[in-house]
């Protein structure tokens, strides 16, 4: 059992930055593949971006890709996503999800475990 809790969303002008956290309970944090995925009002979740177990690789979403950056700190048992050059389309809540030594993960049911959310509000 994983649990997940996020922070650092916020309020933020367009072209600003955020850093999000999320930091999980046990001992076994290097072992998961970790994602963050984001959901607008109205809208459905959404994939943002994950970086895998073991070598850290990374992918994201093309609407994120150069501007939002996924790492992680094992030693801390905390997954990060530093968002730059926010947009007002960046609003939403963003959520991150834990998945047992999966290769990467890009939808929803891939992942095992789910955070509470943070909201990211970007004013134009």
């Known amino acids: 059992q994983v649990q997940l809790v996020e922070s650092g969303g916020g309020l933020v002008q367009a072209g600003g930055s955020l850093r999000l956290s999320c930091a999980a309970s046990g001992s076994t944090f290097s072992s998961y593949t970790m994602g963050w995925f984001r959901q607008a009002p109205g809208k459905e979740r959404e994939f943002v971006a994950v970086i895998s177990w073991g070598d850290s690789s990374t992918y994201y979403a093309d609407s994120v890709k150069g501007r939002f950056t996924i790492s992680r700190d094992n030693a801390k048992n905390t997954v990060y996503l530093q968002m730059n050059n926010l947009k007002p389309e960046d609003t939403a809540v963003y959520y991150c999800?834990?998945?047992?030594?999966?290769?990467?993960?890009?939808?929803?049911?891939?992942?095992?475990?789910w955070g509470q959310g943070t909201q990211v509000t970007v004013s134009s």
């Open positions: 999800a834990a998945r047992w030594k999966g290769l990467g993960g890009v939808k929803l049911n891939d992942y095992d475990y």
